[in-house]
């Protein structure tokens, strides 16, 4: 189980970058086109620097949604894979079974 402070910190950083994805796509589309001058690209990576740091994605921790475990989860479950291999030993999870030979 994951600390409770650390899995708030992480819900809190969701609600950041989607607070500034938007201005962030604007910021990043200025700087890569090119028919934009150089100070509007310098105005641009300004603006990126301005941002808060956490309203970057890549800054946000993909987290088992059960017991906050940070490492080993798999995304198409929103489980880690402790947690996977006993939900599948258990039948919870509908199309998985456990392969024995």
Do not use: F, H, Y
């Given at each position: 189980m994951a600390k409770k402070s650390k899995i708030a910190r992480n819900e809190q950083r969701k609600v950041v970058v989607e607070r500034y994805a938007a201005k962030r796509a604007e910021l990043k589309k200025t700087l890569v086109d090119p028919?934009?001058?150089?100070?509007?690209?310098?105005?641009?990576?300004?603006?990126?620097?301005?941002?808060p740091r956490n309203a970057s994605p890549a800054r946000v921790r993909s987290r088992d949604v059960i017991d906050g475990r940070p490492r080993g989860v798999l995304t198409k479950f929103g489980v880690s894979r402790v947690r996977f291999r006993d939900m599948a030993h258990r039948g919870e999870l509908p199309g998985v079974t456990k392969s024995s030979w």
């Open positions: 028919n934009a001058t150089d100070e509007a690209r310098e105005a641009a990576r300004v603006g990126l620097q301005k941002l």
